[in-house]
């Protein structure tokens, strides 16, 4: 689940990602922060870092909406 908020404190956001996709295939560099990569490229473990991606992926789409 990943939580934020906007300038208002009293405002928040959940986005509860249910299902991921096997073999996502964007590229992390296409849309993640140069401190977002930094972070990608510290986690180890496959399937952790298939769920930040697509986590990003989601919540970047939906804000630019």
Known sequence: MLIFETRDPQERYHLQ???FIEGFHEAPDSFLSEEELQY?????NDKRKSEYLQSRFVLKSWLSK
């Open 17 to 19: 990602v249910h299902r």
């Open 40 to 44: 990608f490229h510290h986690i180890t």
